[in-house]
């Protein structure tokens, strides 16, 4: 594949998980707000899975993997999905979509100091603007009087910070770990296993579970769109990009996202947008100006298979 094949696959990839996962959080308010959220979040991720397999099959695909590669694909699965998602789609019912994500936008922050932590690499200086920059941005979200006051915000708040730990800690796992060479397949085993964990976890906190027959028609539509764009669209985009550039410049995605789920918080659920929520999103945005510049990504390392 020649190179401009492969720059046009790495600009579709970033559109995706730009764009469409921005309005996945609009898509997951929507659904949690009448299903409960592991069930969801189970039956998205398992039916993706499902779906993936039975494409790559269609396709002459080769869908078998080693047991090492099956144990990171759980592994990634669970630091994704299970927990990394699954709890975010929990917090969804009590916190806004656009708070939601522009708390998830300080990922690059985490990624820089997780890479800092266990791989050792310095933090250049302008990699240090983009963190303090993230830093005043979330500040300036989470001190906002309509996010302290409101009930269950506060704990919705701290469950995602963990979750964003998790994201943090599965890319920089995800890029050095032993997985299936196949980015669909990667995925679908990701998406597979990851639905499995939830769904104990949703028997474990005694969700009820119903027919997809019985939802009404908007979530029905909802999770038709969570599975084909948001889940098996995206999340290959995802897996690709974190093997073809480096894993802090995939988290800028986190950066975008807000800004799509507070457009679509606001036009299609009424959402509130302040003044201190938008300033918060530039001052992030700015963030990832010296996050993302081409002098700090050359001092790190190209993840290679």
């Not at 898509?27 to 397999?53: C, H």
């Not at 990922?107 to 310095?122: E, F, N, S, Y």
């Not at 964003?164 to 995800?174: D, E, I, N, R, T």
């Not at 985009?237 to 800004?259: C, D, G, Q, W």
């Amino acid at each position: 594949m020649g190179k401009s094949s492969n720059s046009t696959l790495v600009i579709l990839a970033f559109f995706a998980i730009y764009v469409i996962w921005g309005s996945t959080y609009l898509l997951n308010k929507i659904a949690v707000l009448e299903l409960p959220p592991f069930m969801l979040a189970s039956f998205r991720f398992t039916t993706a899975g499902i779906l993936i397999f039975i494409i790559a099959k269609m396709m002459g695909i080769q869908i078998s993997i080693t047991r090492k590669q099956l144990w990171n694909t759980i592994i990634a699965g669970f630091l994704f999905l299970s927990f990394g998602n699954g709890v975010v789609v929990w917090a969804l019912r009590y916190v806004d979509t656009g708070f939601a994500a522009l708390e998830i936008s300080a990922q690059p922050l985490i990624i820089l100091l997780l890479m800092r932590i266990l791989q050792g690499k310095k933090i250049q200086p302008m990699s240090v603007v983009g963190v303090i920059f993230g830093i005043i941005g979330i500040y300036l979200l989470v001190s906002q009087k309509q996010v302290i006051t409101k009930e269950g915000s506060i704990l919705g708040m701290v469950m995602i910070f963990f979750c964003m730990l998790s994201w943090g800690y599965g890319s920089l796992f995800v890029a050095k770990a032993d997985l299936p060479t196949n980015y669909f397949v990667n995925t679908g085993y990701q998406m597979f296993t990851g639905g499995i964990i939830l769904a104990f976890m949703s028997i474990g906190f005694s969700e009820d579970w119903t027919s997809p027959l019985v939802w009404s028609g908007k979530v029905q539509v909802v999770m038709i769109l969570l599975v084909i764009f948001g889940s098996i669209l995206a999340f290959t985009s995802f897996n690709y990009l974190l093997k073809s550039v480096s894993p802090e410049k995939v988290a800028t995605s986190t950066y975008v996202n807000p800004i799509v789920a507070l457009i679509l918080g606001w036009y299609f659920l009424n959402e509130e947008i302040t003044l201190q929520s938008i300033i918060a999103a530039v001052v992030l945005l700015t963030g990832v100006y010296f996050i993302n510049a081409k002098k700090t990504l050359a001092i790190f390392e190209r993840f290679k298979r």
